[in-house]
């Protein structure tokens, strides 16, 4: 954990901005949109806030890219850049296939008995009410003339897996979910489709989760898992787990 680089932003960072940040502990995430292979590159948008309607540009240190290339065996830093209202990431085209970007960041909040957050420990923060590490990882893979067999990639902690590289309307789609590289069980994945703002809950068994695709547009595939046991005394209490990975009906 940068706690130093957390610190700094505690200073810095205006009182709304701080607000917006603090929101993952209700729900707020990151993702990758807009994807694009134009030229000798391949990059996505990283966003932040919830259910695809943005909050906020995140802070530098949630931006930590990779982004594994078609042969699946180099995982490369991504070049970032940012925006009004987002991220810019991207990676120079080295050949055609599937680009998997991922964005892997980690932060501490902590209320205190009056209801303000701090990002830190919590041995920096009086009266502790709650205290919990983040980690949210974006994933978005980007075909680029990709034929012939889908082979995933698959590097976080929670990951999400699907079995297709694109998504059809009419059709369903199954996933692996993994935690720790294992199946995970007992949670349910998140399905949102932002042009026609439905939401559905699939429960997630043995690792698999399958979606069915209704409607024509965005789709973020949203897995949630708090970790109680991950725990540091005087740091945090809890480690929760956002990853996302979104989808465009083609």
Not at 55 to 84: A, C, H, L, Q, W
Not at 197 to 209: P, Q, S, T
Request: hydrophobic share 30%; glycine share 6%.
């Amino acid at each position: 954990m940068n706690y130093e680089e957390m610190d700094r932003l505690n200073r810095t960072l205006d009182e709304g901005s701080l607000e917006a940040l603090s929101k993952v502990y209700y729900g707020h995430e990151l993702w990758f949109e807009k994807p694009s292979s134009k030229g000798d590159k391949v990059s996505c948008h990283l966003m932040h806030g919830h259910n695809m309607s943005i909050d906020g540009v995140s802070p530098k240190m949630y931006v930590n890219s990779f982004i594994y290339t078609p042969d699946k065996k180099r995982k490369v830093k991504g070049d970032e850049k940012e925006g009004k209202e987002d991220w810019l990431v991207s990676t120079p085209r080295t050949a055609d296939g599937d680009y998997t970007f991922y964005i892997d960041s980690s932060s501490v909040w902590c209320k205190d008995a009056k209801g303000k957050w701090t990002m830190g420990p919590k041995s920096k923060v009086a009266k502790v009410a709650y205290s919990g590490a983040y980690q949210l990882v974006a994933k978005k893979i980007v075909p680029v003339n990709a034929k012939g067999d889908f082979k995933p990639s698959a590097h976080t902690t929670l990951d999400i897996i699907p079995s297709s590289r694109s998504i059809k309307v009419g059709e369903s789609i199954a996933f692996k979910v993994k935690y720790e590289k294992r199946n995970l069980t007992g949670v349910q994945m998140k399905a949102y489709c932002r042009e026609s703002k439905k939401e559905a809950l699939v429960d997630i068994v043995g690792g698999n989760a399958t979606v069915k695709i209704d409607s024509k547009g965005t789709w973020m595939f949203l897995v949630r898992y708090r970790d109680e046991s991950k725990k540091v005394s005087e740091e945090y209490d809890e480690t929760v787990f956002v990853t996302t990975l979104v989808m465009e009906t083609v």
